[in-house]
């Protein structure tokens, strides 16, 4: 048993002080520090630095670690020259990207207070970095693959990859998952048998959709900058299907869209009716110039994401809040600080359906401490003080163990 002790705790029901958390891989009790104490007296205590806080881990939703060796090669601006870039440096990336580089990024993501993240993995090259590394990882198996004639191929391969994935649960804190890459680049049929296999083994889903008015021009009329791309690299002039036939497609199954930048107030109604969720990814969506996705009129659950090195210039949780805060300048600055706190910590653990996310009894003891510069006079700004003075946090947990 341990009792940690902050000047602040975040909960559920905002920020608390005067309380400490007793905790073993879960938190057993939150209460006043001398109380705890006396309830728990062979429990080490752990005081914090002062002027700190006390948050749940951090949950980064969506991580895409294979182009983790991008600096300067891809080119942002616009997504069809940055989806060319893409095929052209493709290979030379992926090739520079080893373990060791990718195993750099989650260290670098840990003590930015990441105790989770979802990893997007299109070949399964980073099974083994996210089995080495100390955070829980929801592995997305990505599927990809619009050509009918090799679909048998394809999903055969991708459920090795599931299966790989699965075979680490035991023994890791990787959690299988199936990822959609997109609506234009999956066959209906394969699709299907994806999102089948998820509900099979209840496993998290994750899909990309209508990040670029490029990939809404191709699904709905088979036109715009994507044809040529179609035309060069598949031999096709025309999509495998359309927006509303996509969506309809996981009507049973709640599903974590990343994106949605280019969606209709009409087509994220209806994500909302079926229980869908978003990962907003502030900083790719801007250096890609697919848009703002509007989330002041969101009536659908969203976590904040950093998306992948290939439309980022870091993973780091905090550099992409801070982003978000200049992004949706409409939003009182106060209010938009706590919903994007609550969007990496409550919202995205729901999302997930994971057991973290809250400080709260039963909840995994997954923790990220964040040490203020100075006291802080309003109790009400520590949610804005907490995103502007910190890159990274002072002390992480995972399941009760220190690991910063």
Known sequence: MKIINADFLYTPHGYIQNQAVAFTEIIKDIGPLEELILRYPDAKVIHTKPNSILYPGFINTHVHLEFSANKTSLVYG?????????????????????????LHECQKMLRSGITTFGAISSFGNELEVCEKTPQRVVFFNELIGSNAMYADMLYGDFQERVRASQSCEKRSRIIPAIAIHSPYSVHPILLQKAVNLAKKHTMPLSAH?????????????????????????????????????FMHAFDTYPTHFAHCVQA?????????????????????????????????????????????LSSN??????DELKAAIMLHNDIPIQELSEKLLRAVTTDAADILGLNCGKIEVDKLADFAVVTLPEAPKRTEELALWTILHTKEVSEVYIEGEKYV
């Open 78 to 102: 616009s997504f069809k020259p940055w989806l060319d870039s893409v095929i052209e440096h493709r290979e030379e990336l992926m090739g520079a990207c080893n373990n060791e580089m990718m």
């Open 209 to 245: 959709f209508l990040e670029s008015q490029a990939e809404r021009e191709w699904l709905e009329s088979s036109s715009g900058t994507l044809k040529a791309f179609f035309l060069k690299y598949f031999n096709t002039s025309t999509t495998v299907t359309n927006i509303e036939e």
């Open 264 to 308: 209709t107030e009409d087509e994220l109604d209806y994500l909302t009716k079926k229980g869908h969720s978003i990962a907003h990814c502030p900083r790719s969506n801007r250096y890609l110039g697919c848009g703002r996705l509007a989330i002041e009129d969101l009536s659908l659950p969203f976590s904040i994401a950093t998306d992948g």
């Open 313 to 318: 210039d870091s993973l780091n949780i905090f």
